[in-house]
Nanobody, 116 residues
Framework: QVQLVESGGGLVQAGGSLRLSCAAS????????MAWYRQTPGKQRELVAG???????KYADSVKGRFTISRDNAKNTVYLQMNSLKPEDTAVYYC??????????WGQGTQVTISS
């Protein structure tokens, strides 16, 4: 059983930055793959960034060069640093994990709104 709690969302101007955090509990965090997804009304939830237990990362083409996913295993936390934000980045961002036992868990989501 894993619980994921996101924080750091908010309203920022285009070109600004935000850092999202996701605190995890209930599993061996260092063994788990972590990811950030986002969803807007009328669109399917999409993978924004992911990081494996070994530290390998992947990004959606739309955020490459602007977003960085990282993890701090000592704090059981995964981060998403978002720079050069655009209005099209507006979405609810969800923390996600695939544990080493191949179980999937989702956070509650945090709203990110980028104004023009």
């Amino acid at each position: 059983q894993v619980q994921l709690v996101e924080s750091g969302g908010g309203l920022v101007q285009a070109g600004g930055s935000l850092r999202l955090s996701c605190a995890a509990s209930g599993s061996i965090f260092s063994r788990n793959a972590m990811a950030w997804y986002r969803q807007t009304p009328g669109k399917q939830r999409e993978l924004v960034a992911g990081i494996t237990s070994a530290g390998s990362t992947k990004y959606a083409d739309s955020v490459k060069g602007r977003f960085t996913i990282s993890r701090d295993n000592a704090k059981n936390t995964v981060y998403l640093q978002m720079n050069s934000l655009k209005p099209e980045d507006t979405a609810v961002y969800y923390c996600h994990t695939l544990t080493y036992r191949m179980n999937v868990y989702w956070g509650q989501g945090t709203q990110v709104t980028i104004s023009s």
